[in-house]
């Protein structure tokens, strides 16, 4: 296995990036953090230097590789809980907006579309936490 300096790093990391639109990178070492900066998502291993779980976007508690994929699973799941509460709180709101337009929404109406919903939608974010 070939052993690289922090730039040589740095450099192989811009080569991937012309190559690939994203680039993760993954490291534990003090000689990893400029890289880890540098690259569009940084994930440091929690049993690593500390100025490489400083420089990371994301830091791993386990030494684990399997953690990898877990965690952009669960990314995936959060992205997707995010997308269906946008949709829904601007559906309901839409939705009441239209109805107040025409003398139909009450007060409370309005209310349970600002405050209630809003509080759907926490209650729709915490379902990542259940996912295995």
């Keep these: 296995m070939k052993q690289f300096l922090p730039q040589d790093k740095l450099n192989e990391l811009q080569k991937i990036r012309s190559q690939h639109e994203h680039v993760m990178f993954v ?5 990893d953090a400029p890289v880890l900066a540098d690259a569009d998502v940084g994930a440091a291993m929690g049993s690593g230097a500390d100025a490489a779980i400083e420089a990371a976007d994301v830091v791993h508690m386990t030494s ?9 699973r669960i990314a995936k799941s959060a992205v997707s809980i995010s997308w269906q509460n ?4 601007l559906a309901i709101k839409i939705l009441v907006m239209i109805l107040g ?5 009450s007060m409370w109406m309005a209310v349970f579309a600002d405050t ?4 759907l939608c926490v209650l729709n974010s915490i379902r990542v936490l259940y996912k295995k």
Excluded at 64 to 72: E, H, L, R
Excluded at 101 to 105: I, S, Y
Excluded at 116 to 119: P, R, T
């Design 116 to 119: 209630g919903v809003a509080m």
């Design 86 to 89: 946008i949709v829904f709180a």
């Design 64 to 72: 684990s590789m399997t953690a990898i994929p877990d965690s952009m």
């Design 101 to 105: 337009l025409c003398g139909f929404a």
């Design 27 to 31: 490291g534990n070492g003090i000689n």
